[in-house]
């Protein structure tokens, strides 16, 4: 049962009348709110609404404060689990050198491998952004160069003077796949070999 963050407690809650859930979860019934806080005092627990909605609404016995702690300890747990995709940038030139892209390339890679996006752009100067043509082939051979672990996200287009492409990490659905084909050609070559071992 998902139990909200902040529950009302003990004398918060002003209804007359509760249905009681032991701290194990065993229904103990509906009886009025003084029975229940008794009861909670009594096992030396909290009684906490859990379900306002409910008629009668829900309460449950509880070590509140262990509560509050196992939630916390929980999102702190998710949060460390998330990963933030970072979008770096790798910024080209029409007329880069083959050395500079098989630099730049290694780099994206880097940063793809890693889980990132990247960014790759080309600022067009003076009348090079006549021949924009250069630039796309530039950023097409550079999206050639790391095909292998990424896609391409956004085609290389123009904005204003840049022209922009990003290129995400591929996606594990295709290396699922690629993995599943591998497993496959493997289970053949298994079956072809004790095939003619017979």
């Not at 550079?142 to 290389?156: G, I, L, N, W, Y």
């Not at 599943?180 to 053949?188: C, G, L, Y």
């Amino acid at each position: 049962m998902e139990i909200a963050t902040e529950l009302m407690i003990n004398e918060e809650i002003r209804d007359r009348e509760v249905r009681v859930i032991g701290e194990n979860g065993d229904q103990l019934g509906v009886m009025s709110i003084q029975q229940a806080l008794a009861l909670a005092e009594e096992q030396g627990l909290d009684l906490a609404k859990i379900q306002p909605q409910a008629h009668p609404p829900v309460c449950k016995l509880l070590d509140y404060d262990k509560y509050r702690y196992e939630q916390a300890k929980r999102e702190r747990e998710n949060r460390k689990n998330q990963r933030v995709v970072e979008i770096k940038e790798v910024q080209l030139s029409a007329t880069i050198e083959e050395n500079d892209v098989n630099t730049k390339a290694k780099m994206a890679i880097r940063f793809l491998e890693g889980g990132d996006k990247v960014k790759v752009s080309i600022r067009f100067r003076g009348r090079q952004i006549t021949h924009s043509e250069i630039g796309r082939k530039v950023m097409e051979d550079f999206a050639d160069r790391c095909k292998d672990v990424s896609m391409v996200e956004r085609r290389p287009a123009l904005d204003g003077r840049n022209m922009i492409m990003i290129l995400a990490p591929k996606a594990a659905k295709a290396s699922f796949a690629e993995r599943k084909a591998k497993k496959e050609a493997q289970a053949r070559e298994t079956a072809a070999t004790q095939e003619q071992q017979k």
